[in-house]
């Protein structure tokens, strides 16, 4: 199978290898995308790629139990490393295309998952989701964010091991069908999409690492949160960098 820009699936890349470089100093904007999904968490939270820990800790700053997994031992490592003395973080190693990695996660029993920009990481997207219901406890809920419109797939989606960018409809289908009832979804972050569109499609050249996508990164990370706030309401049905849902386990 082909990625939507033609280039071969079977050396995508994992961990912390699909995250520009800007990504670690960033905080604002991972907050904003954060509090989308926040408040439909409950006590138990499997969190599904921990990346830079940075969701763990505002979990734990909530007061909920974590179960914090990834497919990179680094990323676990440095997790694990960081909430040492927390009883109430666990780390495992989780890959979405391995469903004994899934099952072996059952006795958490989490009533809820958190899974941000993870998905279109996955081939059978269809079916992880189907292998995480089965694995949570009944009418757990999933805070999900993904990449959105597949007209924005380039060279940046490929270097960050995407297989895929999904519309509102496309993201409720693959729910559905994997058992999910969908409470809401929306577009998330519309001046984002452009930016996106600006160095994937129209630039083309621009990778993960180039120096002018990370220092704007850096800088859409001190006002882009602020402006969503404002945009988010008259553009969420239609248009946005992100595509964010809540659904429940049947």
């Given at each position: 199978?082909?990625?939507?820009?033609?280039?071969?699936?079977?050396?995508?890349?994992?961990?912390?290898?699909?995250?520009?470089?800007?990504?670690?100093?960033?905080?604002?904007?991972?907050?904003?995308?954060?509090?989308?999904?926040?408040?439909?968490?409950?006590?138990?939270?499997?969190?599904?790629?921990?990346?830079?820990?940075?969701?763990?800790?505002?979990?734990?700053?909530?007061?909920?139990?974590?179960?914090?997994?990834?497919?990179?031992?680094?990323?676990?490592?440095?997790?694990?490393?960081?909430?040492?003395?927390?009883?109430?973080?666990?780390?495992?190693?989780?890959?979405?295309?391995?469903?004994?990695?899934?099952?072996?996660?059952?006795?958490?029993?989490?009533?809820?998952?958190?899974?941000?920009?993870?998905?279109?990481?996955?081939?059978?997207?269809?079916?992880?989701?189907?292998?995480?219901?089965?694995?949570?406890?009944?009418?757990?809920?999933?805070?999900?964010?993904?990449?959105?419109?597949?007209?924005?797939?380039?060279?940046?989606?490929?270097?960050?091991?995407?297989?895929?960018?999904?519309?509102?409809?496309?993201?409720?289908?693959?729910?559905?069908?994997?058992?999910?009832?969908?409470q809401q979804t929306r577009y998330l972050n519309v001046?984002?999409?452009?930016?996106?569109?600006?160095?994937?499609?129209?630039?083309?050249?621009?990778?993960?690492?180039?120096?002018?996508?990370?220092?704007?990164?850096?800088?859409?990370?001190?006002?882009?949160?602020?402006?969503?706030?404002?945009?988010?309401?008259?553009?969420?049905?239609?248009?946005?960098l992100s595509v964010m849902a809540i659904a429940h386990?049947?």
């Open positions: 199978m082909n990625q939507p820009d033609g280039s071969e699936t079977s050396e995508l890349p994992t961990g912390f290898q699909t995250m520009s470089p800007a990504m670690a100093d960033m905080r604002a904007y991972p907050a904003y995308l954060f509090r989308q999904v926040a408040p439909y968490l409950q006590d138990r939270v499997w969190e599904i790629g921990v990346g830079h820990g940075t969701y763990t800790r505002w979990l734990r700053d909530a007061d909920k139990m974590v179960l914090a997994t990834d497919i990179d031992q680094q990323c676990l490592d440095d997790v694990s490393e960081r909430f040492a003395d927390d009883d109430k973080v666990q780390t495992a190693m989780v890959d979405l295309t391995d469903q004994s990695t899934i099952q072996s996660q059952k006795p958490f029993q989490a009533n809820s998952i958190l899974c941000l920009n993870v998905l279109e990481h996955i081939q059978d997207d269809q079916q992880a989701l189907n292998w995480l219901r089965q694995n949570v406890a009944a009418d757990a809920v999933m805070g999900l964010i993904v990449p959105a419109h597949p007209q924005l797939f380039g060279r940046m989606d490929s270097e960050a091991g995407h297989f895929r960018r999904y519309t509102r409809r496309s993201l409720t289908d693959v729910f559905q069908q994997a058992g999910w009832r969908i001046l984002g999409a452009a930016g996106w569109w600006y160095h994937n499609r129209w630039r083309k050249d621009a990778g993960l690492a180039d120096d002018s996508v990370n220092g704007q990164m850096r800088s859409a990370d001190r006002w882009l949160p602020r402006v969503a706030r404002v945009t988010d309401p008259l553009t969420q049905w239609f248009a946005g386990a049947k």
